[in-house]
């Protein structure tokens, strides 16, 4: 079955950087446009950055335009989300999603597979 396990979260201070990693495994890696998405406490779940399935073409929440970097590495099924200058609002569990049409939307309805989230904790 597909499984996608997300990695690199954490506690930081306000301003400083972190990347997460997620694995996909079970699938053709190459296939998915990939996504990232944050919920914090209480909250939905909301769009942070999605990649399509070539990798040429991403977009980002207004919020993270300048900060925040997808990418991928088809040769390791990963993909990463290069965060810098975070922000304590920001403190929320990050979860990676595959999306199976390739395009990579915002929707987190579009999303066929989701892993299982990793805390990122930012203290102000």
């Known amino acids: 079955q597909v499984q996608l396990v997300e990695s690199g979260g954490g506690l930081v201070q306000a301003g400083a950087s972190l990347l997460l990693s997620c694995a996909l495994s079970g699938a053709t890696f190459s296939r998915y446009a990939m996504g990232w998405f944050l919920q914090a406490p209480g909250k939905e779940r909301e769009f942070v950055a999605t990649i399509n399935w070539r990798g040429g073409s991403t977009n980002y929440a207004d919020s993270v335009k300048g900060r925040f970097t997808i990418s991928k590495d088809s040769a390791k099924n990963t993909v990463y989300l290069q965060m810098n200058s975070l922000k304590f609002e920001e403190t929320a569990v990050y979860y990676c999603?595959?999306?199976?049409?390739?395009?990579?939307?915002?929707?987190?309805?579009?999303?066929?597979?989701w892993g299982q989230g990793t805390q990122v904790t930012v203290s102000s």
């Open positions: 999603a595959a999306e199976g049409y390739g395009g990579g939307t915002r929707s987190v309805h579009d999303y066929d597979y």
